[in-house]
Nanobody, 121 residues
């Protein structure tokens, strides 16, 4: 089992940057694929970025390609999401998820509580 805690959200102007972090408990972090999801008000939760267990393969939603970068540090049990050139449509609650399967999905096994990202125009 793994517990996930997100941090790094906040309010930023359009064009700015934020870095989200997700800290995982447990000794099996490297066994899980990791993903970042976001949920905007009135919308379904969507996968934004994902990284395989070793960090060697990544996935990005088309809407964030070239602007977001996911990375993980298996020695520190963390996964991060660097978000650049932020747009108002990036606003939402961002969740970290862990799954045996890649990429993680809305049915993934483990979730953090989320961190709010608000991008003002």
């Amino acid at each position: 089992q793994v517990q996930l805690v997100e941090s790094g959200g906040g309010l930023v102007q359009a064009g700015g940057s934020l870095r989200l972090s997700c800290a995982a408990s447990g000794r099996t972090f490297s066994s899980y694929a990791m993903g970042w999801f976001r949920q905007a008000p009135g919308k379904e939760r969507e996968l934004v970025a994902a990284v395989m267990r070793s960090g060697g393969n990544t996935y990005y939603a088309d809407s964030v390609k070239g602007r977001f970068a996911i990375s993980r540090d298996n020695a520190k049990n963390t996964v991060s999401l660097q978000m650049n050139s932020l747009k108002p449509e990036d606003t939402g609650v961002y969740y970290c998820a862990a799954d045996w399967r890649y990429p993680p999905s809305s049915r993934s096994d483990y979730w953090g509580r989320g961190t709010q990202v608000t991008v003002s125009s």
